[in-house]
């Protein structure tokens, strides 16, 4: 096969596995398993590399490794690094300062090629499940790339060195090693998808066997003997295969696990038959220009597409309409092709750079520092603008008509009316760490820590002991509590953790999301300990609050979930009360995101009424709520009417958005509540 020859089946998987990816991207609940194009490229990625590499360390006995990280320098990072910094630029233009910081972190992380570890650790991190996605979010997997492309080498030659010591065939010893390391990399892929099942899908460990699965092709390409027939059957199983897995797979399945061996097995089998030779039919169709156009421009088009998807809305001012969505296919297209004549093309032939073996390298730390240049400018942006933020946060917090507070004073107008800023920042956060808080080592669960010791008592005798416990839901109104505690001079332990329900039930998943085993294992261990250890504790109060609507729980047949989280509650709830520990329970704020737009307020930054939804839409039965009236003894504070009125409920109020993100409150907005949740504490709180 002649050095410089294109491989149109192989141009055409390229084709096909951007066009899933963007699509998937675009319109998630329609190819809901486009993703899985990423394991189309990996399995490419690893039959190309390989047969360039074995080449290479075959015929001569060595790999020339300066040279080869040389030419991936400069087919890859110039366009990767154009991306990036026009990215950069264009979060700064575009996007608001609460995006600036998260967007410069994970933009100086791709271009390090670290960023799916960045989001492998987001992916635990609960507090940044709703953060927004980035403009460098997709750069996950080119970092994969780039790790397999650092070590793939390394690995090879390593095989082939020790065969050759053992007095063995190169080929033999790189087989057995590609071998050994798929399998021992496929089956930590199954282990950890069922272990944690997030963590897995950016883990480079874990993707290695799909690399392997292709340079198992390219080591067996001088073996492969298929008849036409054989050979035009495994092409259009292999294609079948891939789309299969395009359309039935979705965000709920255990991907990367064994499934994953679906789009694998049919991106090995297309590799494999195009291999042996024949003309085959499926070239009708992927041999057509504009497919092999696509494959062309596909690493390109993959760079431009998520940067549009991200900023469009923020540059547009509302959500992408169905003809938008359309424009960002066509113009990741445009750029792309741009990209590849003028970037990409001129960049493998760069004369500076290929006149000297170091000067990629050179090339290569200069666009880093560049970029971590430009990064750490925006970082300083997004201080500058914080710092206003809490500025502002400080005038607001003696505003008479600011917030809940607008509901409650006659004299101020339009308590419904625009708000003074529809971004929501640090200030907003309900998590944050007061200076009086410090983590304890109680009810730990698998190492983590879920609890803290606050003390406001400023030295005060005998001060009253409160603890309040639940998830991220029962987190946004710490503030509000720790206002109280402040005033009263209490002393309050918080156990929390998020997306898990603090009742004694069966936990299956948050938000229509299967939990993984590990996660179901930590949520129901925490919430046994509770019980104990408020127990051993007896505080003079614990308040309660929880996403149970969103926390899905299991049991039996028949068994509703009002049925399952009474009873799951009432199980910690009883023995607290018997003690004569009292129970305050805080009912749920109205639902967001999953009654309007998570972006509505910023997509109707004059008219907030455009966000206004049905009371009975935005408030459906809480199975906290049920439980806690059918609980003798507890004690229930409702404040929805201070998010609604009868008909219905606001997403702005005071001038001030009421939510921080898809589900959590404004924290500056609960702090306006502090006067009214007080007020409907029981007494012996309000004491």
């Known amino acids: 096969m002649p050095a410089n020859h294109v491989r149109k089946d192989i141009q055409a998987l390229r084709a096909l596995a951007v066009a899933a990816v963007v699509l998937n991207h675009l319109w998630p609940l329609r190819l809901t398993g486009g993703y899985v194009g990423v394991d189309v490229f990996f ?32 087919r890859l990072l110039p366009a990767a690094f154009l991306v990036i ?78 065969s050759r010591l053992r007095k063995r065939s190169p080929r033999v010893g790189v087989t057995a090693a590609v071998a050994i390391i798929g399998i021992a990399s496929f089956a930590y892929c199954v282990y950890l998808t069922a272990t944690a099942k997030s963590l897995a899908y950016f883990s480079t460990p874990v993707r290695v066997w799909e690399f392997a699965a292709g340079a198992a092709v390219a080591l067996a390409l001088s073996r492969i003997r298929m008849s036409r027939w054989l050979a035009e059957s495994g092409a259009l199983i292999g294609f079948a295969l891939i789309a299969t897995a395009c359309v039935t797979f979705d965000e709920q399945s255990a991907f990367p696990g064994v499934i994953a061996v679906l789009p694998v097995a049919g991106t090995v089998l297309v590799i494999a038959s195009g291999s042996a030779g024949h003309s085959l039919s499926h070239e009708r169709l992927t041999g057509l220009r504009p497919v092999q156009v696509i494959g062309d421009v596909s690493y390109s088009i993959y760079l431009w597409h998520w940067p ?15 003809m938008e969505k359309g424009a960002i296919a066509l113009v990741s297209v445009a750029l792309a092709w741009l990209t590849k004549t003028f970037v990409e093309d001129p960049g493998r032939r760069w004369a500076w750079a ?153 936990f299956v998943g948050y938000r229509g999301t299967k939990a993984s085993p590990q996660d179901q294992r ?21 308040i309660v609050s929880a996403f149970a609507r969103a926390e899905k729980v299991a049991g039996p047949p028949g068994a509703t979930q009002a049925d399952l989280y009474r009873d799951g509650f009432q199980a910690l709830w009883q023995p607290w009360l018997d003690a004569g520990i009292p129970v305050t329970v805080i009912a749920d704020a109205p639902l967001n995101s999953t009654v309007r737009s998570g972006t509505c307020t910023a997509d109707h930054p004059t008219d907030p009424l455009a966000c206004v939804v049905p009371r009975r839409t935005a408030m459906p039965p809480d199975p906290m709520v049920l439980a806690a009236r059918s609980t003798p003894g507890v004690h229930l504070v409702d404040l929805t009417d201070q998010f609604c009125d009868a008909k219905q409920c606001y997403a702005v109020i005071g001038r001030m958005p009421v939510y921080y993100d898809a589900d959590h409150l404004n924290r500056q907005y609960v702090n306006t509540l502090v006067p009214v949740l007080e007020q409907h504490l029981p007494a012996a709180l309000r004491q």
């Open 43 to 74: 399995v490419v990625s690893g039959f190309l590399i390989t047969s360039h590499l074995t080449k290479e360390l075959f015929a001569t006995g060595r790999t020339r490794f300066a040279k080869f990280y040389a030419r991936r320098i400069l």
């Open 85 to 162: 910094i026009v990215s950069c630029l264009a979060v700064w233009a575009f996007l608001p300062h609460t995006e600036w910081r998260n967007n410069a972190q994970q933009l100086f992380a791709s271009a390090a090629y670290v960023e799916n570890w960045v989001l492998a650790a987001k992916s635990v991190d609960y507090s940044a499940l709703n953060e927004s996605a980035t403009a460098a979010q997709h750069y996950w997997s080119l970092s994969v790339e780039e790790q397999f492309y650092l070590c793939w080498p390394l690995l090879l030659a390593a095989a082939a060195l020790l």
């Open 308 to 322: 549009l998807i991200v900023i469009a809305p923020a540059f547009l001012n509302h959500s992408l309409t169905t």
């Open 354 to 506: 290929v006149a000297a073996p170091g000067r990629p390298f050179v090339f290569m730390t200069a666009g880093v520092v560049s970029i971590l240049g430009l990064t750490s400018g925006l970082l300083v942006a997004a201080n500058r603008a914080e710092a206003a933020e809490a500025q502002q946060a400080a005038a607001t917090a003696s505003d008479a008509c600011a917030g809940a507070r607008a509901l409650a004073n006659k004299d101020c107008r339009d308590p419904f009316g625009p708000a003074d800023s529809v971004v929501v920042g640090k200030m907003g956060a309900p998590w944050f760490d007061p200076p009086e808080c410090r983590p304890i080592e109680v009810l730990m669960v698998e190492g983590a820590r879920t609890t803290r010791v606050c003390d406001f008592s400023a030295a005060t005798s005998q001060p009253k002991f409160v603890w309040l416990i639940g998830d991220s839901h029962a987190e946004h109104w710490q503030s509000g509590i720790f206002e109280i505690a402040r005033a009263k001079k209490w002393r309050v332990t918080v156990s929390l953790r998020g997306g898990c329900p603090p009742a004694a039930v069966d």
């Open 522 to 542: 930590i949520c129901e261990q925490w919430a046994r300990g509770l019980r104990d250890e408020v127990l051993n504790a007896k505080p003079d109060a614990v």
